[in-house]
């Protein structure tokens, strides 16, 4: 008889373990979608996370001082002045003297920085689509978690002040028999629940120190809604489905809108003269290229691996080496690109991709899709100088099905003038405002 085959012994590690490993991979994702929102409009996330303080703020009735906002972000002074005179140089915020203190300088939005901070304040979407795959219940054991961690984590003094209800003097907990609202807040003279408890409150009050020791609640709500205050809209992650290219976010709530107007687009497209007839070849090409999209790839990353010139954008910035990882990746949305192209229905979602496409190529947005350590901008000058040798080692790949010469000039003249069309759209970013 056989004897059992012995367990498999594994490294038990405490709860707490796991929890700080998954809260370092929820960092991780919240740096890089800062990064990639803010690089997008042209700002870092601390000159992104300012203006939504001031936004925040100003909405409440408060006044900001260049101190305060960077008590509320946990930066020092001197960082918080920096990503200041960056945006008044943008003309996003604006100093004034207090009329009240004529020795304190305030900080306000102007009307573009108000459009601005409203575009910013949306990049945490991803986190609230994520935190409403949990059910009510395990919501409602989250926000306990976390105002409990915060709570501990501020008296350590290693996150700012939060303006919490369990830190507020207008705060009594436990104090009704009801358990679905337990506790009672004084400003408003109301018995509330632990749904309604609140991690930012404009009328917030600290209570004394002795007071501010409240644990969080134990009672466990029915019906919880986080974070309720932003926009609630699911923004499809870049990996959502197998066999999702990880990076395309083609028609997501992830692409902004392009600056370019559709009219505007438009009169581009008469100015390449790009007709319908083209729109009809292109839709042949795709027939004809669908099934060789790789020897494609494989010829113009040949190309650019020939030229140390063009292969320097892909390379570490550590050692100067190609990064083969981002170069894979790199290529599974060149190759859908080749599809798109043939596909386009030059409608707004397809604008909008454009112009994310010409955001990965600048600094604004480049390495941020794939987290790479790269180089951080493509020169300009090697975007309409490679419309050639892409259009031109294309044209025997639409000849290999055996279609009449005519065809083949006509599929081939159809994607000269699109990728000329659509590298003039990605060229928008690094043009000056007011000057495309």
């Given at each position: ?56 703020r100003e909405a409440q009735g408060a006044k900001t001082t260049v101190s305060e906002a960077a008590e509320a972000l946990a930066v020092t002074t001197a960082t918080a002045s920096d990503a200041v005179a960056t ?104 018995p509330f629940g632990d749904r309604h408890l609140r991690l930012e409150c404009p009328d917030h009050q600290a209570a004394s120190p002795s007071a501010a020791s409240h644990k969080p609640p134990a009672a466990k ?148 899709t794939d987290g790479v350590d790269s180089v951080e901008n493509i020169h300009y000058r090697y975007l309409p100088t490679l419309i050639y040798p892409i259009t031109y080692t294309l044209k025997p790949f639409l ?38």
């Open positions: 008889m056989r004897s059992p085959a012995p367990a498999l012994e594994l490294e038990l590690l405490p709860p707490a373990q796991h929890i700080t490993t998954g809260l370092h991979k929820i960092s991780l994702a919240i740096r890089s979608q800062a990064w990639q929102r803010a690089g997008q409009r042209g700002l870092t996330p601390t000159q992104a996370q300012i203006l939504v303080v001031l936004r925040t945006l008044m140089a943008k003309h996003l915020v604006a100093k004034q003297r207090d009329a009240e203190d004529a020795r304190a300088v305030l900080l306000r939005l102007t009307s573009k920085g108000r459009r601005a901070a409203r575009r910013a304040a949306l990049w945490s979407d991803f986190l609230l689509a994520a935190t409403q795959t949990l059910s009510p219940e395990e919501q409602a054991v989250f926000l306990r978690a976390l105002v409990k961690m915060i709570r501990h984590m501020q008296e350590q003094g290693q996150i700012p002040v939060s303006r919490m209800c369990v830190t507020c003097r207008f705060f009594r907990p436990h104090v009704h028999a009801d358990p679905e609202r337990p506790h009672h807040c004084d400003f408003v003279d109301a709500p029915r019906l919880l809604h986080p974070l309720s205050s932003l926009r609630r809209r699911t923004i499809m992650s870049q990996t959502a489905a197998p066999g999702h290219i990880p990076g395309y976010t083609y028609g997501t709530d992830v692409v902004h809108k392009s600056p370019i107007t559709l009219q505007e687009l438009e009169l581009l497209k008469q100015t390449v003269l790009f007709t319908d007839e083209d729109v009809k070849y292109l839709r042949l090409s795709g027939e004809v290229l669908k099934d060789q999209v790789e020897q494609v790839l494989d010829v113009w990353y040949g190309f650019v691996g020939s030229h140390p010139h063009l292969l320097h954008y892909f390379t570490r910035k550590t050692d100067g080496q190609p990064d083969a990882e981002y170069l894979a990746a790199v290529r599974k949305r060149f190759g859908q690109w080749i599809l798109d192209t043939a596909a386009a229905q030059y409608d707004q979602k397809w604008l909008d991709y454009q112009y994310e496409i010409g955001l990965r190529h600048h600094r604004s947005a480049k390495n941020q000849g290999k099905k055996g279609h009449a010469a005519d065809e083949v000039e006509k599929m081939h003249q159809a994607w000269i003038k699109s990728v000329i069309l659509q590298v003039t759209l990605w060229s928008q970013p690094y043009v000056k405002d007011g000057d495309f």
